[in-house]
């Protein structure tokens, strides 16, 4: 995750650069269950409104939590198909509390109620994610539901009024790209806690979505404003946290961007930002994220669906994550990464890491191919060999 807010406010307060912080296990993300009420077009787990079979039980559940804990994981990231349709993900999540883990819920929104709101306030999530990936006609058609904007707008409203911090979570393509400004706008009137823009990444339904990924041009475009918003949040004083995910490109383009904004009025500052950009060291598969999908599968993280590293009804996570010899997961552990073409020539490797090598695998069968979907041009990156034409977004 690239936390845009976080590291703004660095530049912003004049914050001294500390040393790289190694953080001493992953952050877990949890495929709980795969069912879920709607058939999202950009499905990673390709989820279903019926019933999977060999999921893991609650205390199957429970013993990993324990061991999850050995390993020292810090963060749980409750996730689905939809969460809220486990009938013990209250017991669930009261026992992850308990063990000390910081519990997050990510969740399409469309169950939360005012009948559970109570029940979701007392478990006490740390954070809640809701989908909203357009305004209502986009989001509608995207979640294959009718009604499920207005739904989840109102999942939205009832967790800020209940106290629990809350998050918008949009996944950006070529089609909802112009809903972006008035989506951002959505969440300075409700108030809502934290932005998630997940660039679209090429695995599950969303790999036959490929040709629907926004263009480059139109991600700078969502970028810029983000990077406007959350610095015109920090001069106002609002509260506010604006991430993204599944683009490790997302570094090097904040730090152009600041160069050129405020490269000649505080060069210390921004010299502090960049190293902060090389500590942070970009994508974090199969070193600080994991995944565990829903029948106990352990994966470097869940766009790796396809790539089993163990299953907690049998083997021990801590066991599996420290000590695979597993080749993706060596490649991942290795600095620098052992990426090729453009990646391997590319002057911010040491700020993004190659970024996320499940597109490059998708389109070339070779994981370490340079990624597809870097939106930076050869000449942004340092290679000046080869000139690029230009793209506007006025041309797409």
């Not at 707008?153 to 967790?159: E, I, R, S, T």
């Not at 070529?174 to 009137?189: F, K, S, T, V």
């Not at 809502?192 to 990444?201: G, Q, T």
């Not at 609002?238 to 490269?263: H, M, Y």
Request: charged share 25%; hydrophobic share 35%.
């Amino acid at each position: 995750m690239f936390r845009i807010s976080q590291l703004l406010k660095t530049l912003h307060d004049d914050l001294p650069v500390g040393k790289a912080v190694k953080m001493p296990g992953p952050v877990v993300i949890w495929n709980l269950i795969r069912r879920c009420n709607l058939q999202c077009k950009h499905c990673y787990s390709t989820s279903l409104d019926i019933d999977f079979k060999d999921e893991l039980n609650t205390e199957q559940i429970k013993a990993t939590i324990d061991d999850l804990k050995v390993a020292q994981v810090p963060v749980l990231i409750l996730s689905g198909g939809e969460p809220l349709l486990r009938p013990d993900i209250y017991e669930i999540t009261a026992y992850a509390k308990a063990k000390g883990f910081y519990v997050a819920l990510s969740t399409n929104g469309t169950l939360i109620n005012e009948d559970n709101i109570e029940q979701i306030k007392a478990a006490d999530y740390q954070y809640v994610g809701i989908s909203i990936d357009g305004l209502e006609e986009f989001h509608d058609d995207f979640r294959r539901q009718k009604g499920s904007f207005k739904t989840s707008m109102h999942a939205l409203k009832l967790c800020k009024e209940a106290g629990i911090k809350v998050g918008m979570r949009l996944c950006l393509t070529r089609e909802n790209y112009a809903d972006l400004p008035a989506i951002l706008d959505l969440m300075e009137q409700h108030k809502i806690d934290k932005f998630y823009l997940s660039h679209l990444n090429y695995s599950g339904r969303g790999k036959r979505s490929a040709e629907n990924d926004a263009m480059f041009a139109m991600t700078k475009g969502a970028m810029e404003q983000l990077f406007e918003r959350a610095w015109a949040h920090l001069e106002q004083g609002i509260e506010s946290d604006f991430v993204t995910g599944n683009n490790d490109a997302d570094g090097p383009f904040l730090l152009q961007w600041v160069e050129k904004k405020f490269g000649e009025q505080y060069p210390q500052r921004v010299a502090n930002l960049k190293q902060r950009l090389i500590n942070w060291g970009g994508n974090a598969s199969g070193v600080n994220v994991a995944n565990i999908d829903n029948t106990g599968v352990i994966h470097p993280d869940t766009y790796w669906w396809n790539h089993p590293l163990g299953n907690v009804k049998t083997e021990k996570f801590s066991d599996v994550w420290k000590n695979t010899q597993d080749p993706l997961m060596l490649g991942f552990r290795q600095s620098p990464r052992p990426v090729k073409g453009r990646c391997a020539k590319c002057e911010y490797l040491n700020i993004c890491g190659g970024n996320t090598r499940t597109r490059a695998f998708a389109q070339t069968k070779d994981v370490w191919a340079e990624d597809p979907g870097c939106y930076l041009t050869d000449s942004e990156i340092g290679l000046t060999a080869v000139v690029s034409e230009a793209i506007t977004v006025t041309n797409i």
